[in-house]
């Protein structure tokens, strides 16, 4: 049996997991399966997540499953739908990532703003 520690402890049937089966929690951002037990990244435009990606690094991380869209790198782990998100036209990739970008130059204005300096 396998305990996960998500809201609260699941217990798991290990044989399950085994077999294949992942089993998600109630929003998506954490999941334990053959893998072992990984929880969602940070989806977001701070350094801690994707604001220090290149788009050409989110691209690759979408369509070939790599660890910060960088080569000879691990697997991307779920609950990351990557399949899904790999079947994206570049044009719609490039959306998303502008979107993201975008975001931190709207934050940072915003900060720049705040603090007087615009």
């Known amino acids: ?7 609260r402890t699941i217990e798991v049937n290990g044989d399950e997991i085994k077999k294949g089966w992942v089993l ?5 951002t954490a999941s334990a399966g053959p893998r072992g037990v ?16 290149s788009e050409a690094q989110f691209r690759k991380a979408l369509r070939e499953e790599k660890f910060k869209g960088l080569d000879n790198t691990r697997p991307l782990l779920p609950p990351m739908p990557w399949p899904n998100f790999g079947q994206l036209t570049d044009a719609d990739i490039k959306a998303v990532f502008t979107f993201y970008s975008l ?10 703003r705040s603090n007087g300096l615009l």
């Open 1 to 7: 049996m396998l305990n996960v520690i998500v809201m």
């Open 24 to 28: 998600f929690n109630p929003d998506l």
């Open 38 to 53: 990984s929880f969602a990244a940070n989806l977001t435009s701070d350094p801690t997540g994707i604001g220090n990606w």
């Open 103 to 112: 975001r931190t130059l709207y934050k940072m204005l915003c900060r720049r």
